[in-house]
């Protein structure tokens, strides 16, 4: 269009055209034709306005070519890009993806346990390459797995080894093992534990302590005890308590508790250990600590804690109770004659005897020896109540200890001495209490054995003579104190058959004591045996002399007092013997002079004794005949010689009394038996001539002559005229 200065249409052209197929595209990229205008100048009107030329294109008709050539080249590329995306892709498959898959199918069928499964690979054309290198590090990778795994495994192995070691030493320790979670259910326990309650281990664990442990003796203690382990955290320790075995079986454990951690949960560790055997011996120490072993009874000791007991109950209550100091009256020869065997079985029954004659709250203790202590609870406030009461119990036990006691083949007859202390006494300890009842037992043995005593404070007096007689009894025989004076037995002509041996105790003060008065000192001291030893020695000597100085006849005797003691010690016959040896005399020159009582003591022991002293040619007489049991049938047992009538007899002859009827009874038995009887004590000769009239043989007394020293002698008692016209007139 072309247009003037003032805007009139001078000339207008439109081409026609049809419309594309591409307009859509270009209306949206261009929604408007373009439209130029251009100034249409004339040099010549250069002062007036130009007009214009205006140029309309239409943008449809412009882009069509373009648009058509972008679509081919579009096209083109497409299709070429697509031919290249396809070789792209198969080349890619070839080269890649395809070994990769190979890669990836064995990296699947792998199985890194199987060291002997083949490892990665690629085609040879692939090892220098990428795929290659992945393939190595890929097995490198394996192999370091492999060779983890292998650790894994051994150390798996190690894992299991040490534990099952370690197992298997927990199954080995002695002690009960149970491992308990929070809840106090078992976790593991070790063999001992579960063969405790008769499981097996795998059983037991998960069930709860209680389940395990039916008899549920102590388990309240156990489970507080560890309860409280549980609450503090620290470790505990229990002594001496008892689990059951499921038969009833008590066991006594002391248990160890602490706490430890079980797969990170807290846990209860139990180790227990069985101590019943050294419960067992402890207790069987702490026994023996408390109890004679012998007897079994309580010792020393254990009396002493129950009479403290006792005797503060006392005080606190007003009641009274009693001890008693028990001492067996010939334990001692028993024990030394027949040997310790024999005097510890005779202990045991004495101690049967003892405990089966006291009611169950009494103790009866044995101190050592043949000393036994009885603690009498007598609950009574009442002491003459009491006093009644021991004393029957005193009656009973003297009547059974005095019967004869049957040991292995010995009838053996004992009898004892009782001392009694009732207490509380004022102010009196335990010790001052077993001191009186041992003083009182002292005076009832003094009082002539098988008897009893209650204290009163005079006998501690006497006990301390006692005590004072035996130091001084030391020193008489050491100072060469005692003496022997003789008397001498002769036959109804005076002619002496011997005589016999009488001690005496040249006191340096008192003068001469009699024997009466220290032989009981000497026998309750035991000096007896080194006294008696002695007076042998001074005996045998006495012999030698006299045969020396031709004063001593052949045929004659002297006689020597044996002692219980001496009789039943058990080197007695050896001793005697080599006494005699050692003087160069014979038995035969010595007569022994025992009592009745000593032989029935123990009457087997001493009839073979005295067979034995007999068959070395020892004389033997019983001595004092009539004051002990007078059974007359001993006369037959007994392996004797002659038999001397007490002075007590002797001096009822005459007196148509029953004593004398006894002393013919005698006589005539002792003739039967062969024996010679003496008759003790003639102090008149209206004495000699009645035991002659009965049958005695030999005489003794004052009347012929006192005891005498040896020097004082006579060789010959023929008695004088003035006696023998006595004796006729008579
Ligand atoms: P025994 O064995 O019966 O001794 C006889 C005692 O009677 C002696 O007393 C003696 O002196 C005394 N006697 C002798 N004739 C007469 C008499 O006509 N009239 C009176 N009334 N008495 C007479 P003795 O010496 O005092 O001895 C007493 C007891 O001491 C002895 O009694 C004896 O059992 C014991 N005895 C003496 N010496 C010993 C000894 O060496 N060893 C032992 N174990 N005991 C002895
Ligand atoms: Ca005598
Ligand atoms: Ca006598």
Redesign the pocket.
């Known amino acids: 269009m072309i247009s003037d200065e003032l805007g009139e249409v001078l000339a207008e052209k439109k081409a026609s055209h049809k419309t594309t197929n591409t307009r859509w595209l270009t209306e949206r990229i261009f929604p408007e034709d373009k439209a130029y205008l251009v100034d249409l100048n004339a040099p010549e009107y250069a002062n007036i306005e130009p007009g214009q030329l205006k140029l309309v294109i239409n943008l449809d008709q412009a882009f069509q070519p373009f648009f058509d050539r972008a679509v081919n080249v579009f096209v083109v590329g497409l299709i070429r890009n697509v031919l290249l995306a396809i070789l792209l892709i198969a080349l890619f498959y070839y080269t890649i993806t395809k070994p990769l898959a190979v890669l990836a199918n064995q990296f699947s069928k792998l199985h890194p346990e199987r060291a002997s499964d083949k490892r990665l690979s690629v085609s040879r054309r692939h090892e220098d390459t990428e795929l290659g290198q992945l393939a190595n590090a890929g097995n490198e990778f394996i192999e370091m797995v492999q060779l983890l795994l292998k650790d894994k495994k051994e150390s798996h192995r190690a894992l299991e080894q040490s534990e099952m070691r370690l197992n298997q030493l927990i199954d080995q320790v002695p002690q009960l093992i149970v491992a308990l979670n929070e809840y106090g259910d078992i976790l593991f326990c070790n063999q001992r534990f579960a063969d405790f309650y008769e499981r097996r281990p795998g059983d037991v664990a998960g069930m709860a302590l209680r389940q395990v442990h039916l008899l549920h003796d102590q388990i309240d203690t156990l489970e507080l005890a560890i309860h409280n382990v549980r609450v503090n955290g620290s470790q505990a320790e229990m002594r001496e308590y008892i689990w059951s075995k499921p038969d009833g079986e008590a066991h006594y454990f002391s248990a160890q508790i602490a706490p430890f951690e079980h797969f990170n949960d807290p846990a209860i560790l139990v180790v227990a250990t069985d101590i019943s055997e050294q419960k067992l011996v402890q207790d069987h120490i702490s026994h023996m600590a408390n109890h004679d072993t012998l007897t079994g009874l309580p010792n020393r000791a254990l009396l002493n804690d129950r009479l403290e007991q006792s005797l503060a109950t006392c005080k606190r209550t007003g009641e009274y109770n009693a001890l008693l100091f028990i001492d067996l009256d010939h334990f001692k020869t028993i024990n030394d004659s027949l040997g310790h065997g024999v005097g510890d079985l005779l202990l045991k029954k004495v101690s049967n005897i003892l405990s089966s004659q006291v009611r169950g709250n009494d103790t009866v203790a044995r101190l050592g020896g043949d000393e036994f202590v009885i603690l009498m609870q007598s609950f009574d406030e009442d002491q003459g109540a009491v006093v009644n009461d021991v004393e029957s119990i005193c009656n009973k036990l003297l009547t059974s200890l005095s019967e004869p006691i049957a040991v292995k083949q010995h009838q053996l007859r004992i009898g004892a001495s009782i001392g009694v202390v009732i207490f509380p006494m004022a102010e009196k300890s335990i010790d001052d209490l077993m001191r009186f009842a041992d003083t009182a037992m002292y005076h009832a043995k003094e009082n002539g054995r098988n008897g009893f005593a209650f204290y009163h404070q005079a006998m501690s007096l006497a006990v301390e003579k006692q005590r004072n007689m035996e130091i001084q009894l030391h020193h008489a025989l050491q100072n060469e104190e005692f003496k022997?004076?003789y008397?001498p037995l002769v036959d109804l002509n005076g002619h002496i058959c011997g005589f016999?041996?009488?001690?005496?105790w040249q006191h340096p003060t008192k003068g001469t004591i009699?024997?009466?008065e220290f032989?009981p000192s000497l026998e309750i001291s035991g000096l007896?045996i080194p006294?008696?030893d002695w007076?042998i020695d001074h005996c045998c000597h006495q012999i030698v002399k006299w045969r020396e100085d031709g004063f001593w006849q052949e045929g004659w005797y002297l006689s020597?007092?044996?002692?219980p003691q001496?009789f039943y010690q058990e080197n007695m016959m050896l001793s005697l013997q080599r006494r005699v040896d050692k003087y160069g005399i014979a038995l035969s020159d010595l007569c022994l002079?025992i009592?009745e009582t000593v032989a029935v003591e123990n009457i087997e022991f001493a009839v073979n004794r005295l067979e034995k002293l007999r068959s070395l040619g020892a004389t033997i007489a019983l001595?004092?005949f009539g004051t002990g049991y007078s059974s007359l049938s001993y006369l037959k047992d007994l392996p004797i010689d002659i038999v001397?009538i007490?002075?007590a007899f002797v001096?009822e002859l005459g007196t148509k009394s029953k004593a004398e009827s006894i002393v013919e009874a005698v006589a005539l038995i002792a003739k039967a038996y062969d024996l010679k009887i003496v008759a003790?004590?003639?102090?008149t000769p209206e004495q000699m001539k009645y035991a002659n009239e009965i049958g005695c043989h030999i005489f003794?007394?004052?009347?012929i002559e006192?005891?005498v020293a040896e020097n004082c002698l006579k060789a010959n008692y023929s008695l004088g005229e003035t006696e023998k016209s006595e004796l006729s007139s008579l």
Do not use: C, M, W
């Not at 020597?560 to 002692?563: A, E, G, K, L, V």
């Not at 003794?700 to 009347?703: I, K, L, M, N, T």
């Open positions: 022997v004076h008397q016999e041996a009488l001690i005496r009699s024997p009466v032989i007896i006294v008696s007076l020597i007092n044996i002692s001496q002079e009592t001595d004092d001397k007490d002075r001096q003790e004590g003639i102090e003794q007394g004052f009347y006192r005891p």
